[in-house]
């Protein structure tokens, strides 16, 4: 069962860089220029604010290698107790695309929240179709993960 799904952003201020493309496909999507993970986006405010928030550099956690930054200090506590209750699926790439069999980069702007995961999508239209088959789409992505994570940089 879908628990919620928020809507596209439009009013969202922070920029996703315009080349999103990265030369080496890591396990986590990050921000190419930082490095910090979901592009800085706070990974458990998807879960506890009605839109997600930009996270702040004062509010960092490293976990796997990665940094992650968090709104608030109570997020990157909660996030440091369980990290992989709160972080997207598939390391943040396109949740569609993992489904599909193949890896892509993702837009934190564009995502689902289902049967308490957060899932990440490349475009408007991979987030609908995941949406319409939700279920479907999560196992099919839980299959393939493990190969194409296993293809994956690490850093």
Same mark, same amino acid.
Not at 82 to 110: C, K, N, T
């Given at each position: /069962? ?5 809507? #596209? ?86 949740? /569609? ?12 702007? =564009? ?6 995961? #957060? ?19 999560? #196992? ?11 293809? =994956?940089?690490?850093?």
């Amino acid at each position: /069962m879908l628990a919620f799904v928020l809507p #596209l952003l439009g009013g969202v201020s922070a920029a996703i860089p315009a080349a999103r493309a990265q030369s080496v496909v890591t396990l986590f999507v990050t921000d190419p220029l930082t490095g910090i993970a979901i592009y800085g986006w706070d990974p458990v405010s998807y879960f506890t604010e009605p839109e997600p928030l930009q996270g702040r550099g004062d509010f960092e956690y490293v976990w796997r290698n990665v940094p992650w930054h968090f709104a608030t200090a109570a997020n990157r506590d909660i996030f440091a107790r369980a990290p992989e209750i709160y972080a997207p699926q598939f390391g943040g790439h396109g949740a /569609m695309g993992v489904a599909r069999g193949y890896v892509s980069d993702s837009d934190p702007r =564009l995502y689902a929240v289902f049967k308490q995961r #957060l899932y990440l999508f490349y475009s408007a239209g991979s987030r609908e179709a995941f949406l319409l088959a939700p279920d479907a789409a999560a #196992l099919e992505g839980e299959a393939n993960w493990p190969a194409l994570s296993a293809t =994956l940089s690490v850093k």
